[in-house]
């Protein structure tokens, strides 16, 4: 069966769930009117009172099909990923609930694209099924969500404005300069499981600290070492900062994407992401009081301490109210050096993604949904399967429809 002979055109597979309701709504408010959509679940009741709600604010999605499928049944799954162009997935941990989806996907030459933010198993499902992908003509695209799109588009937007002036990008920094959002219960439950096997498998830590663990094994690897732990001050906002809780995935797919463009950001790239905390010493003792936890954090996942906290922590299924995820936002600024084809040293650029709505909740929802819609649509720039990244594969068109939905994507010499 061809992709022309699909039933559908898009399935989102975890619409029952806390984001896969969002996507959904966001999918019957805002995707192209002839795309074809079906939700997908475990549930065929919960399924059904999930279009009811949506249906009752866009009518649209009333006749959107149903697909039942568990996520250990091989033959449902295969079922659904023959019937449809794109799944799009919110359904985690990923390592513990999405291998046979992309196993399904990757047979089928079916599009794909999720949220996780679990580098060792975006390097499980590479080596294991890239090879199947690329022969079958999938598009297997991981991290289309808070984690990893401000990342991987930001910087490549930047590389872009570098490359047009004959430049390549050196350092590049990644700053979150503002932020207000909630944790989702799905990445608590994600960080429970890579503690689970963490402990169930020492050799993960290795893949964990690698900082090109997802770059292609047969690659050059570049300049950076193991991820900053301290705190350092930001010149361009004058304020402290500490690391940044989610460069452990966003720096590996920025970096595969990199090497995936053929290098395109440059051979001497480097890059890094922190969190503005604030100026002064009272910044300096609040981003210090980061990284202590952050560090705290990472030891307590491989001592097997996190379960807990869990009382303190969101379920899955669970998540802020309306009114809270509209109040959330994010703002994040990119610095980067450049040089020129001779080595010498160019201009300095800046970039800037913000958009308004919840990280986790209602900007994720989004932006999976747009990176969804653009595989569905054929306007991804990369035709050939695989495995890839947000920015290789989908690159400036994905840009065009982020922009139009509401988020700031700009880069500028400074």
Same mark, same amino acid.
């Given at each position: 069966?061809?992709?022309l002979?699909?039933?559908?055109d898009?399935? !989102?597979?975890?619409?029952?769930g806390?984001t896969?309701k969002l996507?959904a709504?966001y !999918?019957a408010?805002?995707a192209?009117?002839?795309?074809?959509?079906?939700?997908a679940?475990?549930d065929?009741?919960?399924?059904e009172?999930v279009?009811?709600t $949506?249906?009752a604010?866009h009518?649209?999605?009333?006749v959107? #099909?149903?697909?039942?499928? *568990?996520?250990? *049944?091989?033959?449902?799954?295969h079922?659904l990923?023959?019937d449809?162009k794109?799944?799009?997935?919110?359904?985690?941990?990923?390592?513990?609930y999405?291998s046979?989806?992309?196993?399904a996907?990757?047979?089928?030459?079916?599009?794909y694209c999720d949220?996780?933010g679990?580098?060792?198993?975006?390097?499980?499902?590479?080596?294991? &099924?890239?090879?199947t992908a690329?022969?079958?003509?999938?598009?297997i695209v &991981?991290?289309?969500?808070f984690?990893?799109?401000p990342?991987? $588009?930001g910087?490549?937007v930047?590389?872009?404005?570098?490359?047009?002036?004959?430049?390549?990008l050196?350092?590049?920094?990644?700053v979150?300069?503002?932020?207000?959002?909630?944790?989702?219960?799905?990445?608590v439950a994600s960080?429970? @499981?890579?503690?689970e096997s963490l402990r169930? *498998?020492p050799?993960?830590?290795k893949?964990?600290?690698?900082?090109?663990?997802? *770059?292609p094994?047969d690659?050059?690897?570049?300049?950076?070492?193991?991820d900053?732990?301290?705190?350092? @001050?930001i010149d361009?906002l004058g304020?402290?900062?500490a690391?940044? @809780?989610?460069?452990?995935?966003?720096t590996r797919i920025v970096?595969?994407?990199?090497a995936l463009l053929?290098h395109?950001?440059g051979?001497s790239f480097r890059?890094?992401?922190?969190m503005?905390?604030?100026?002064g010493?009272?910044?300096? $003792?609040a981003?210090s009081?980061?990284?202590?936890?952050l560090a705290?954090?990472?030891? /307590?996942?491989?001592?097997?301490l996190t379960?807990?906290?869990?009382?303190?922590? #969101?379920?899955p299924g669970?998540?802020?109210?309306p009114? /809270?995820r509209a109040?959330?936002f994010f703002?994040?600024?990119?610095?980067?050096k450049t040089?020129?084809?001779?080595?010498?040293?160019?201009?300095?650029?800046?970039?800037r993604?913000?958009?308004?709505g919840? #990280?986790?909740?209602?900007?994720t929802?989004?932006? $999976?949904?747009?990176?969804?819609i653009?595989l569905?649509?054929g306007e991804?720039e990369?035709?050939?399967g695989?495995s890839?990244?947000?920015?290789?594969?989908?690159?400036?068109?994905?840009?065009?429809?982020?922009r139009?939905a509401?988020?700031?994507? /700009?880069a500028a010499?400074?």
């Open positions: 069966m061809t992709t002979d699909r039933d559908y898009l399935t !989102l597979y975890g619409a029952t806390f896969g996507v709504e !999918l408010k805002s192209p009117g002839p795309l074809r959509i079906a939700l679940g475990r065929r009741k919960k399924l009172g279009r009811e $949506i249906a604010a009518p649209r999605a009333r959107y #099909p149903l697909v039942v499928a *568990d996520s250990n *049944d091989d033959e449902a799954l079922t990923a023959e449809t794109v799944v799009a997935t919110t359904v985690g941990p990923f390592a513990k999405g046979k989806l992309v196993v996907c990757a047979a089928a030459g079916t599009d949220l996780t679990e580098a060792p198993w975006i390097r499980k499902m590479i080596a294991a &099924h890239g090879e690329r022969l079958s003509g999938a598009r &991981h991290s289309c969500g984690d990893s799109i990342s991987d $588009i910087v490549r930047v590389a872009d404005l570098a490359n047009s002036r004959g430049l390549a050196t350092e590049v920094r990644y979150v300069a503002k932020m207000r959002g909630g944790m989702s219960g799905g990445t960080m429970m @499981f890579l503690g169930a *498998d050799k993960l830590e893949v964990l600290a690698d900082p090109y663990s997802l *770059d094994e690659g050059p690897r570049g300049l950076d070492g193991k900053p732990t301290g705190v350092t @001050f361009e304020a402290w900062s690391p940044f @809780f989610m460069g452990a995935i966003n970096r595969r994407s990199n053929g395109r950001y051979r890059y890094e992401e922190r503005a905390l604030g100026p010493p009272a910044g300096a $003792i981003a009081g980061v990284a202590a936890f705290l954090s990472q030891a /307590s996942l491989k001592a097997g379960p807990y906290a869990r009382r303190w922590m #969101p379920a669970e998540g802020p109210s009114e /809270s109040r959330g703002d994040i600024r990119i610095y980067a040089e020129t084809a001779t080595g010498e040293r160019g201009p300095n650029l800046e970039g993604v913000s958009a308004k919840d #990280p986790g909740y209602a900007a929802a989004m932006m $999976i949904s747009e990176a969804a653009c569905a649509q991804a990369e035709t050939r695989g890839w990244t947000p920015a290789s594969c989908l690159g400036e068109p994905l840009v065009t429809r982020l139009r509401g988020m700031t994507i /700009s010499a400074v």
